[in-house]
């Protein structure tokens, strides 16, 4: 398949017959190994042959198998974003009252004022 595409873009690129050498160059300069057998094989049934019509007569072909698919599955519940977003703000609010527990006055004399504490400094 990949030697397929590179000799397309070599078509489209202006070669007017690619060649098996012209295809492998191209694949080496992206780092890629050619398959020479498949590559023989491939440049052997397009030689001679018009491009433009295999691809005429391809879509033709490809035509009959269909488009689309079975329609796919339905999608989920629209309600995972509402409660998610409900959900955040519930844990937000939850914060902001645990900080709100937090008592600092008190039990801490840190500078010695005597409001407060014991004599832990």
């Known amino acids: 398949m990949k030697e397929l595409a590179v000799y397309l873009m070599l078509k489209i690129g202006g070669t007017a017959d ?3 050498e012209d295809v492998k160059k191209a694949l080496d300069a992206v780092g890629i190994e050619a398959d020479s057998e498949s590559l023989d094989l491939m440049i052997s049934q397009l030689a001679g042959k018009d491009i433009d019509e295999l691809m005429t007569v391809g879509r033709s072909k490809l035509a009959k198998f269909g488009g ?3 329609g796919g599955g339905g999608g989920g519940g629209g309600d995972g974003a509402v409660e998610a977003a409900a959900e955040a703000a519930e844990e937000k ?13 008190g039990g801490m004399d840190m500078f010695g004022d005597g409001d407060g504490g014991g004599d832990d400094y």
Do not use: F
Request: aromatic share 0%.
């Open 18 to 20: 690619p060649t098996a």
């Open 68 to 70: 689309g698919g079975g």
């Open 93 to 105: 609010k939850e914060e902001e009252e645990e900080e709100e527990e937090i008592d600092m006055g």
